[in-house]
């Protein structure tokens, strides 16, 4: 059964940082993964689809990375603003259906 | 471009209650998906389906019922609420095959008293 998890739990880091959020997931056969962001009281928001046979994609200050052999994925966020304060989600679509399992979420603040 | 609605955004019902959540998409994406979201258990699939008249079980089916007679249309009905069932439901849809994204409803935010 696939598990999904995410370090760190909770991140707060001052204005301007550069930061990283991790993502592993314990069986590699997986179609693509996904990372979303979720404000409070909100919907899911897709931010990035990386594709079991890609590394990286970019969107703007967002960076993902995929390491399928070794079950992770990074997040990297670029010069960081108060506004990317929001919980961060990833999720794996596994080849064996097409369930998608989510991690449990890094909950970031980003201070002025 | 509307993509996902969910309605209502908000229901407060009594245990016992049947209680209908309905999801609509504007993309005729293949597959939808339902799930609840929970402090603690993070996001679990309910149900989910891969075409019209196509269902099938996710990871906490009981007590929750699916149907999908239209592409466009996934509701959810709870048969008898109670008060477990007290969480935030999102739908989702995706596009047929292995390679599409997904893509989320605002929620709806159900009570059971």
Redesign the interface.
Known sequence: KQEVTQIPAALSVPEGENLVLNCSFTDSAI??L?W?RQDPG?????LL?I?SSQREQTSGRLNASLDKSSGRSTLYIAASQPGDSATY?C?V?G?YG???V????TRLSVLP | DAGITQSPRYKITETGRQVTLMCHQTWSHSYMFWYRQDLGHGLRLIYYSAAADITDKGEVPDGYVVSRSKTENFPLTLESATRSQTSVYFCASTTSGPVGAQYFGPGTRLTVL
């Open positions: 179609y693509n996904q979303f909100k919907g899911l928001t897709s689809l594709q989600l999720a679509r080849d097409q369930n998608f989510f991690g449990p979420g």
